[in-house]
């Protein structure tokens, strides 16, 4: 029995730390690395970079295509969001030095989601309200996180697969809507990036890293 217990504590602490670096570097994938990649600097978007790009696609403005340009911070939200809910529960057993680190990650992350221009009336605006809303909402579950630590981890677990699974599945298919209006903008090839897939490992990577910290619990139990 303590050489099963063992394993399991083993298990519970890959997977903890597969999460945790999973969540960062979907933060750091939606955020800051472009998703959309070519030489020239100017020609390389990021997620919020594209979120703002394709609502000027000519289609988009005329209505010929119908998306959902937010689809495209999908990643960054659930980052943002899931960080500060997931590092406290006691039952991940965090170092506290990498709590902390990963609650002040939340800061740049919710700062990346707002709109490109802080103004007060900018951000209260019907278009935008929502990417203020949910960066406000992630700064306070950073400041509240403790409050968290009792969650329940099967909850936590669906919320990750569930979230996760569409964050990759959402933008995936709106960029198959806009790629050929961004293709003939660019007048070449454009698929996504080395940002995009940095994004989907660690989305990929936090679905994992749940299911497998759930499994190593119930047999830390057993």
Not at 19 to 45: D, E, K, M, S, Y
Not at 138 to 153: D, E, I, V, W
Not at 167 to 182: D, E, N, R, T, Y
Request: glycine fraction near 10%; charged fraction near 10%.
């Amino acid at each position: 029995m303590a050489r099963i217990r063992i394993r399991g504590l083993n298990k519970s602490g890959l997977a903890n730390r597969l999460l945790a670096l999973a969540l960062f570097l979907t933060g750091v994938g939606g955020a800051f690395l472009p998703w959309i990649w070519r030489p020239p600097v100017a020609l390389q978007l990021t997620a919020p970079g594209l979120a703002e790009f394709v609502k000027f696609l000519p289609e988009v403005r005329y209505g010929q295509v119908q998306i959902q340009r937010l689809f495209f911070l999908l990643p960054l939200f659930f980052a943002m969001l899931a960080l500060p809910v997931t590092l406290e529960i006691r039952t991940l057993a965090l170092p506290r030095w990498l709590c902390w680190a990963l609650r002040l990650a939340v800061a740049p992350f919710a700062l990346a989601a707002l709109p490109p221009v802080w103004t007060p009336t900018i951000l209260i605006a019907p278009e935008f309200r929502l990417q203020t809303g949910l960066a406000l909402t992630a700064g306070a579950l950073a400041l509240l996180a403790p409050l968290l630590k009792n969650l329940p981890l099967k909850i936590v677990t669906i919320g990750l697969v569930g979230g996760g699974l569409a964050a990759v599945i959402l933008p995936l298919w709106h960029f198959s809507l806009v790629q050929p209006g961004i293709v003939e903008a660019y007048h070449q090839p454009v698929l996504f990036g080395w940002g995009w897939w940095v994004t989907a490992g660690g989305l990929i990577g936090s679905s994992i890293g749940g299911v497998w910290l759930g499994r190593a619990e119930r047999q830390d139990r057993g």
